[in-house]
């Protein structure tokens, strides 16, 4: 884990209210894990005061050197908002990388991946870190979904990638119409998957797990909750275990990605 004032490499907008940063930082970097994140704060602005936690989108690399990492975020509020309006050279102070990420074996063959709007930011670079290990993702599937076709991100930056694509959303108005649950559940009826790895809103991650628990299916997911430091120090992202002598597990360090068996939310 370092910290570092970072340049912006670029800041461009993807969606209505959805952006792409990419942040020129040091080859650290280079051994993080899809699911990690860092805690970004933005210098000379008094807000927001805290830092606030992105998960690494993709790496940036040049001739196999990193060049930076890239995050895809959303305006939410005030830090998000200022962030929109930075620009090429200027600079943000990240710590990381941080947290436990994704673990997928790499003799997984059929992984289903589950992406609600903004919680497809760490599962490209799930999707890109398997694939640069060799795992064949041409049996794998990702489900998208969104409340409308504005929330359906970076459906173009898998093209590359063997794996399927299949999209929804609430209102029909990009793939079919309906929940991204409801494809997760129809994919595991016509084949079982190795592993489900899923990030979206914490309702959508609920009824992953209990369709995951149901059809016996190992699960991981990506939980968010508010952080304070990010680092362990201030015990504000506690979730709580479903079994064992401790209650509580801390999102900062011993997630953001959880076996969905491991909390109490299914
Ligand atoms: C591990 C982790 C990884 C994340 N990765 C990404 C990412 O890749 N892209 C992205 O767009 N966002 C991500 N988030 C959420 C992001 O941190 C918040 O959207 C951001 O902190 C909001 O800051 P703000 O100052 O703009 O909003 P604020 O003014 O602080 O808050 C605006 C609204 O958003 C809510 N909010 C703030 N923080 C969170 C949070 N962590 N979870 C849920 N609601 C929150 C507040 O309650 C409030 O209602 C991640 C969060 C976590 C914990
Ligand atoms: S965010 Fe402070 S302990 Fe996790």
Not at 3 to 13: A, I
Not at 65 to 83: D, P, Q, S
Not at 103 to 108: A, M, T, Y
Not at 214 to 222: A, D, G, K, R, T
Request: with cysteine; proline share 4%.
């Amino acid at each position: 884990m370092v910290q570092e004032k970072v340049r912006v490499l670029w800041n461009k907008k993807v969606s209505s209210s959805c952006y792409k940063i990419g942040l020129g930082c040091g080859s650290k970097y280079l051994i993080s894990e899809p699911g990690q994140f860092i805690m970004l704060r933005l210098p000379d602005q008094p807000v927001p005061f805290l830092r606030r936690p992105f998960s690494i989108h993709r790496l940036i690399k040049k001739n196999d050197r990193l060049k930076g990492i890239e995050l895809l975020y959303k305006i939410v509020g005030a830090g998000t908002e200022k962030l929109s309006g930075y620009k090429v050279g200027d600079y943000a102070d990240i710590v990381g990388p941080l947290g436990t990420g994704f673990s997928v074996s790499d003799s997984c063959r059929n992984v289903f991946i589950v992406g609600g709007g903004i919680g497809i930011a760490p599962l490209l670079f799930l999707a890109l870190t398997l694939d640069e290990k060799g795992v064949d993702l041409s049996g794998s599937t990702l489900f998208l979904g969104g409340k409308t076709g504005d929330d359906i991100l970076c459906k173009n930056d898998f093209a590359g990638l063997k794996l399927r694509v299949q999209i929804i959303t609430d209102d029909g108005s990009s793939g079919e119409k309906g929940l991204v649950t409801d494809l997760l559940e129809r994919g595991i009826k016509e084949k079982k998957p190795d592993i489900i790895c899923a990030c979206g809103p914490f309702a959508m991650l609920e009824s992953v797990a209990r369709i995951a628990a149901m059809y016996s299916v190992p699960c991981q997911i990506s939980i968010e909750t508010i952080m304070a430091c990010g680092i362990g120090a201030c015990l504000g992202c506690a979730v709580e275990k479903k079994n064992g002598s401790e209650k509580y597990l801390h999102a900062c360090m011993d997630g953001p990605v959880f076996d969905a068996n491991m909390l109490k939310i299914s």
